[in-house]
């Protein structure tokens, strides 16, 4: 059974710390990976789609990468808007739907 | 041009009431998604359409009927609902519904049901 699992569920990080998001999956044939930004009581926001092992995008402030069991989102000098919920999704060659994490919500103080 | 518009933006209905939820896009997609989203809770797959059939239908209780008049254009159909079903309900769209095509999710529908 397809799997998606992210960390840390909570993160605070002061203006400018960076860090990164993991997304860990188990999926039989990775069709694609992707992260999406939602921001409280709005619809996810498209960032990133992932397709093999290596791949790496990059926007403003967001890198990710992708490996053959893991994805990390790098946030490089983050601002306060950059605070949201950022998730996870994988589609596998065997499932009809994409799998989100619960996601990891990421505060950033001034 | 990424944009999935959706109508009403918030919505209250009692138990007895019947409404609708719609949903557009012009970005010539031709899979297209409701889901349900509790808060704090990841997105949760209700219906896809793809090229205007119904093809995933995720158990979702009979009183939830979808929609789809054209390509375009996605409604979603509430009737006698409960109040567990307050939550965010979201439309996407994606090119196509059997690949890895990216979904593109519009704003919201916020529904409270009392």
């Known amino acids: 059974e397809d799997q998606v699992t992210q960390s840390p569920e909570a993160l605070r990080l002061q203006e400018g710390e960076s860090s990164s998001l993991n997304c860990s999956y188990t999926v039989s044939g990775l069709r694609g990976l992707f992260w999406y930004r939602q921001d409280p009581g709005k619809g996810p926001e498209f960032l990133f789609t992932l397709y093999s092992a290596g791949e790496e995008k990059e926007k403003e402030r967001l890198k990710a990468t992708l490996t053959k069991k893991e994805s990390f989102l790098h946030i490089t000098a983050p601002k306060p808007e950059d605070s949201a919920t950022y998730l996870c999704?994988?589609?596998?060659?065997?499932?009809?739907?994409?799998?989100f994490g619960s996601g990891t919500r990421l505060s950033i103080r001034p | 041009d990424t944009e999935v518009t959706q109508t009403p933006k918030h919505l209250v209905m009692g138990m007895t009431n019947k409404k609708s939820l719609k949903c557009e896009q012009h970005?010539?997609?031709?899979?297209m998604y409701w889901y349900k989203q509790k808060a704090k809770k990841p997105p949760e797959l209700m219906f896809v359409y793809s090229y205007e059939k119904l093809s995933i239908n995720e158990s979702v209780p009979s009183r939830f009927s979808p929609e789809c008049p054209n390509s375009s254009l996605l409604n979603l159909h509430l009737h006698a609902l409960q109040p567990e079903d307050s939550a965010l309900y979201l439309c996407?769209?994606?090119?196509?519904?059997?690949?890895?095509?990216?979904?593109?999710f519009g704003p919201g529908t916020r529904l409270l049901v009392l």
């Open positions: 970005m010539g997609h031709r899979a």
């Open positions: 996407a769209s994606s090119q196509a519904g059997g690949g890895a095509e990216t979904q593109y």
């Open positions: 999704a994988v589609r596998g060659s065997s499932a009809s739907k994409i799998i």
